[in-house]
């Protein structure tokens, strides 16, 4: 059973930068193999996709954080991350990685909070 662990959300006033980062543990096996996404649910607001990025390395990002946010990946690292600079108030949310695929997912993690300030 593979498992994510999100961490690096914060408080950061607008305009800042914050790197969150997620890991894999467990049975990684293939799992490189998977496209993996960022996911964020704002207060009162149904759970987002914001950006995604292929085994290869092919990134795709909704439009209210594109050209802010960067995706990024270490296979060998089991690991996955979330560049975003120049946040907004509207950025704030709980952050969350999974597979891209809804088929294809595992239990999600508990989150990381990121709070922009205004």
Known sequence: QVQLVEA?????????????????SGRTVNSNANTMAWFREAPGKQREWVADISSSGSTSYADSVKGRFTISRDNAKNTMYLQMNSLKPED???YYCNRFL????IPWGLGTQVTVSS
């Open 102 to 105: 809804a088929t294809t997912r």
């Open 8 to 24: 690096g959300g914060g408080l950061v006033q607008a305009g800042g930068s914050l790197r969150l980062s997620c890991a894999a």
């Open 92 to 94: 704030t949310a709980v």
